[in-house]
């Protein structure tokens, strides 16, 4: 072992210290820089994945904070294929998913990236009453794209506990092309126990948008 490895305490001491200080919101930026530059050219999966944790660090300044991200977001790219296998395993880990499925729509392309918000959401609960956020936001990503998979695996969420869930579900259904989210709707605006009127008039106004009759 060298003398200054020592110092460090080895190979993983060093990776541990790096680690620490790419997500340390105390960190002056040029250290984080730095850290995220030694984790890349470590190149382990470990290094790679300590990487990701920059991602869930906010700073106060949005510039420098993109600046950063995008820094560490470029760094991940480069490692190709390794870093969309951190990328998944940071998204399937943490809720901060969205830079992650970033980096795996920028490695593989747009279809893997909506295999990875599907596989994310298959994951999640109907029955959590408890942290709703991630379950909203993989919705909300998915009503950005458009995918035949994503109708069958939002249907499940209309009948959520959480009406912002329930919301997002119709959203992302009634984004997809083609009648196919038709009958799953128009079950959720027959459901005699859903109790919201902002539900209700949001599957209405789809209806009456996409020209799909309303049976009684």
Known sequence: MAFFDFLLGGPAGQLKRHARRVANRDAQAEDREASAHWL????????LFAMCARFALQLEHGLKDRKEKDI?????????????VVAR???AENPNFHHAVRLVERIEGPEAAVGLLLDLLAAEQVEQEFKPEKK???????????????????QRFLVDFDEGVRHAAI??????PGDAAAPYLAKALANPTEESTRIRGRLVEIFQQRKWPIRS
């Open 40 to 47: 890349a050219q470590n190149g382990s999966e470990e290094a």
């Open 72 to 84: 560490v977001f470029d760094l991940l790219v480069e490692h190709g294929p390794r870093g969309a």
């Open 89 to 91: 395993r940071w998204a």
């Open 136 to 154: 909203r936001n993989l919705l909300i990503s998915l009503a950005e794209r458009r995918s035949e998979r994503v109708v069958e695996a939002a």
């Open 171 to 176: 959203e992302a259904m009634a984004a997809q």
